[in-house]
């Protein structure tokens, strides 16, 4: 559920077996001089491929995707986003770097069979350091350290949009 704070934050709550809650900027509140005003990069009905397997971490993530103006399908396993990805059109997979049956790269390569040159966003709890150091990172992905806030989320997804995109006009 939503509600309005009075320093213009709303809160998205995802009850069930795990609580999460996440601050979203609704209203940009008044910023002191020199503070970083952080403009939400939004959607324009792209859809994103979510892979997460941690069910409290993938409904926010979907909600907070959802609610920038992207259209979200995705699962928790390798079968039920291949499934996804053979469904229809895909804009960018977002997917956790460990998931059951198979690693981010294997289903990145996977769904590439089906989307190629499709861009990707890893995301995990791992420093990028240590992740790009053991699978490296293609081209055409790029990575978000979890956890990550909506305008981190938001900036990250656009920019990973606006690279295929520029890509594919040259």
Same mark, same amino acid.
């Given at each position: 559920?939503?509600?309005?704070? =009075? &320093? ?31 403009? +939400?990069?939004?959607?324009?009905? =792209?859809?994103? +491929? ?8 993938? %409904? ?35 997917? &956790? ?8 790269? =294997?289903?990145? %390569? ?6 190629? @040159? ?9 420093? &990028? &350091? ?7 990172? @293609? ?13 981190? +989320? ?6 990973? +949009? ?9």
């Amino acid at each position: 559920f939503f509600f309005q704070a =009075e &320093d213009g934050i709303r809160d998205y709550k995802v009850t069930g077996v795990q609580t999460c809650a996440l601050p979203i900027w609704v209203d940009q509140p008044s910023f002191e001089a020199g503070a970083r005003d952080e403009r +939400l990069e939004l959607g324009r009905g =792209e859809t994103v +491929l979510l892979a997460e397997d941690e069910s409290a971490v993938r %409904e926010a993530t979907q909600a907070m995707l959802q609610g920038l103006g992207y259209r979200v399908v995705g699962g928790t396993t390798l079968a039920d986003c291949l499934g996804a990805a053979s469904a229809g059109h895909i804009d960018l997979l977002l997917s &956790d770097m460990v998931m059951p049956q198979a690693s981010g790269p =294997e289903l990145v %390569e996977r769904v590439r069979t089906i989307h190629a @040159g499709l861009p990707v966003l890893f995301v995990s709890g791992y420093p &990028d &350091d240590v992740i790009g150091s053991r699978v490296g990172f @293609g081209a055409g992905t790029s990575y978000l350290q979890k956890p990550y806030t909506l305008p981190e +989320l938001a900036r990250r997804v656009r920019q990973a +949009l606006e690279r295929r995109q520029r890509v594919s006009r040259t």
